[in-house]
């Protein structure tokens, strides 16, 4: 079903002169789909991501199938996105030729490209390093959300207590995919393949949710005891400066107002 959806929207915009290339980008685009991923596509045309150019592309994709969503350039300037009836989603990407630099062969897939901007782009991206100040930055909204917890206890507010384990179970899934320097993350919705089986039956063995106060205390803990050390542990490796002065204030706060300790050994 996929391929013919791709077939229908490229023959539709190839006849376009205004449309000089377009690419299956995401796990189409690397060879990694599967029968659930959306449709990412790169359009590149001259005039970058005009109302024209939006109107072709509703077009192309309203050949595929009744449109029930369409976002038309509402998040990013230059991206649209579309679900159809039997909820197929396709995302594009409208780009000038010069814009195209962030992008390389072995991310795109070529339908069509008239000007052979794909042979200009690099093979692959130079690998970098992790990012050190974003690593600190989710070390301290972690200590932060976790401190936030005497707080909610004593409003009562169960609800947002769970919003905060939320929110911590989500930076414990972002260094457990660090961790194993995964070289393709793709969408949101891939993370099987993202982890080991080890790092899997950790998540799987945290307490749930749940907004009730002694259930909400337990997995804040839970969660600190599953992310602080491997954290620490990580930033040392990496040359990242603990904030031990937040994080001992926090557990001493914690302490203080909920009595609990810390339930690990920073040594």
Not at 179 to 195: K, Q
Not at 205 to 217: G, K, N, Q, T, Y
């Amino acid at each position: 079903m996929h391929s013919e959806i791709i077939r229908t929207i490229t023959n539709v915009i190839i006849g376009d002169p205004r449309v000089r290339a377009l690419f299956l980008s995401g796990s189409f685009g690397n060879g990694q789909a599967d029968k659930y991923s959306d449709i990412d596509f790169v359009l590149v045309t001259d005039d970058g991501a005009t109302d024209q150019v939006a109107e072709l592309w509703r077009k192309a994709v309203s050949q595929t199938g009744e449109i029930v969503l369409w976002w038309d350039r509402t998040t990013v300037p230059v991206l649209i996105n579309a679900i159809t009836q039997d909820w197929t989603r396709t995302d594009v990407v409208i780009l000038k030729p010069s814009q195209m630099g962030a992008h390389t062969q072995n991310r795109l897939k070529p339908l069509f490209d008239h000007d052979g901007i794909y042979d200009r782009l690099p093979k692959a991206a130079t690998k970098n390093g992790p990012d050190l100040s974003k690593f600190k930055h989710q070390i301290e909204d972690f200590i932060r959300i976790l401190g936030l917890l005497h707080l909610a206890e004593g409003r009562k507010e169960y609800i947002n207590g769970v919003l905060g384990i939320f929110h911590l179970r989500n930076y414990l899934v972002e260094l457990l995919i660090e961790e194993t320097d995964a070289p393709d993350r793709g969408g949101i919705l891939h993370l099987n393949r993202l982890i080991t089986d080890e790092q899997k039956a950790l998540l799987v063995s945290l307490p749930p949710a749940v907004p009730e106060r002694d259930a909400m205390i337990s997995a804040h803990l839970a969660y600190a005891k599953a992310y602080l050390p491997s954290a620490r542990q990580r930033a040392y490796s990496l040359g990242v400066d603990w904030p031990e002065q937040f994080e001992t204030a926090t557990w001493a706060q914690l302490g203080k107002t909920l009595g609990v300790p810390r339930p690990y050994d920073p040594r």
